[in-house]
């Protein structure tokens, strides 16, 4: 059974870093793409980075570039989304998520991914 557990959401100020992690089981990093979205109030869930298979390219929104980096530990399972140069619009509720197969051009898509996590809240004060 797969299993998606984050952690560390949090509130920060603006300008300010957070890292979260998804610890991952039932699957292995090396034949599945794992990655992050995000949902703001109101707003639609929106692909924020992936990791496709622990040696594979990686996928950012274009709003993350430069400021989120998304990498994996195999030995420990674990997932990070380490967001630096944080702005309000980063607030949102963060999910970890999974699956065996996607394909680049609709990584951002929710539907691609079958797996999901509880989700961790993100806010970023003004």
């Known amino acids: 059974e797969v299993q998606l557990v984050e952690s560390g ?7 300010g870093s957070l890292r979260l992690s998804c610890a991952a089981s039932g699957f292995s990093f090396d034949d599945y793409a794992i ?9 639609e ?18 709003s993350v570039k430069g400021r989120f980096t998304v990498s994996s530990d195999k030995a420990k399972n674990t997932v990070y989304l380490q967001m630096n140069n944080m702005t309000p619009e ?11 197969s996607i394909y680049e051009s609709s990584w951002h898509v ?3 991914f079958d797996y999901w996590g509880q989700g961790t809240q993100v806010t970023v004060s003004s």
């Open 45 to 62: 869930r929106e692909g924020v980075a992936c990791l496709k298979s622990s040696d594979g390219p990686t996928y950012y929104a274009d």
């Open 110 to 112: 929710p539907g691609s």
């Open 9 to 15: 959401g949090g509130l920060v100020q603006a300008g």
């Open 35 to 43: 990655g992050w979205f995000r949902q703001a109030p109101g707003k």
């Open 90 to 100: 980063d607030t949102g509720v963060y999910y970890c998520v999974a699956d065996f």
